[in-house]
């Protein structure tokens, strides 16, 4: 009988992928603005530093698109208008699940208990939730963007498991980011299993306890017997 009696879950690139195209979004920013655009979807995220500041979003994006209007020679554009523009066009709702994602679920629920641990606050995140009619399938949620430490911090991960009553090595965490997810799971003493659905499997100084090319692997890893 296999020994993990809870799965966690990273939601954004594990669970759920955002349908909204890039450069609608983009351009909608400038929209919204009402000035033209100029610059691609692109250039805005290699300006964007690592995953956003829940408390600061505007902040974070107005870093971006200032680095873009400088690639452009642009330095007049107001660039919190921009990132304001941005999020008034972000579809929240325009998210669906990856391939094996509600398998992986049922799954899970059929072996044990099941949580979400995501970074983003509770304001963006139950949006998507909601969106994929999936609050049920957990027993515990932790909106990590609303506590003071996210992931990889082990905190999130210490209050998902202390809501369902689990040890942490009876507990695996399934998630796309071997910085946040992986590292961040490992610290707290859980399993981790990496999901590299937008890169070859290359770990590098990383070591997941199991790699994942197909969320309905995922069965393999909850039905193997305990060391």
Known sequence: MSSIAATLFDLDGTLCQSDQDAVTLYRGSFDVVGID??????????ALDGPPDP???????????????AQYDRLEVDASALARGFIETLDLTAVSF????????????????????????????AVK???????????VIIYAGDLPRRKPHAD?????????????DRALHVGDSLEYDVAGAQAA????????HKS??????????????????LEVV????AD
């Open 37 to 46: 655009p100029f610059g691609e979807p692109g250039d805005l995220w290699r």
């Open 55 to 69: 408390g600061d979003e505007l902040g974070y994006l107005t870093a971006g698109f200032s680095a873009v209007a």
């Open 98 to 125: 990856h391939p094996g994602a509600e398998e992986a679920l049922e799954l899970a629920g059929d072996h044990g208990l099941v949580g979400l641990v995501t970074n983003g606050p509770a304001r963006r995140q």
């Open 129 to 139: 939730v909601d969106a994929l009619g999936i609050a049920n399938a957990f027993d």
């Open 156 to 168: 999130p991960f210490d209050r998902a498991l202390a809501a369902l009553a689990i040890d942490p």
């Open 189 to 196: 003493g859980l399993l981790a299993a990496w999901y590299p």
């Open 200 to 217: 070859n499997p290359d770990p590098r100084e990383y070591t997941p306890d199991f790699i994942l090319t197909h969320l309905s692997e």
């Open 222 to 225: 909850l039905t193997a017997p």
